[in-house]
């Protein structure tokens, strides 16, 4: 068994590699990346939310989020619009376009938990929490060196 078959980090990534490919697979009839879904996600369940708060929630800096939401304007997937109070706070909301593709995908979180091969809701919610553990102690550890 090769070496990387015993280490964590390199069974994340392969996972990782697996689940964003099969989302990219269904994502592109949709014209939509990975990426680009996520931010939609959150729109759609949470409504419109500041670049700061969508950079929080799924964990990228501005140097990522800011292209990525541009891209989704020019697809007239979201608007941006800035706060008249602070300018420096823009609100990012999702189309009618964009309301139209929930429906449209709305089968993607069944075929991924399907693909996933995990029993059943309870499996998934105990691998998704253990993940949630892992991340926030690699976050609150920094690794030493020799």
Excluded: N
Aim: charged share 25%; glycine share 4%; net charge neutral.
């Amino acid at each position: 068994m090769p070496i990387v078959d015993h280490m964590v980090c390199f069974s994340l990534y392969a996972a990782t590699r697996a689940t964003t490919r099969a989302y990219a697979e269904l994502l592109a009839p949709s014209g939509l990346t990975y990426p680009q879904y996520l931010v939609l996600v959150v729109l759609w369940t949470d409504g419109p939310r500041s670049v700061r708060e969508l950079g929080e929630l799924l964990q990228l800096d501005s140097g990522t989020l800011s292209p990525l939401l541009r891209r989704m304007e020019q697809k007239e997937l979201i608007t941006r619009t800035r706060d008249g109070a602070d300018h420096r706070v823009v609100t990012v909301t999702p189309s009618a376009r964009a309301a139209s593709l929930r429906t449209e995908l709305g089968h993607i979180p069944a075929a991924i938990a399907q693909a996933t091969g995990l029993p059943d809701e309870a499996a998934a919610r105990e691998l998704i929490d253990t993940l949630r553990r892992l991340t926030t102690a690699m976050e609150e550890r920094t690794p030493t060196t020799a």
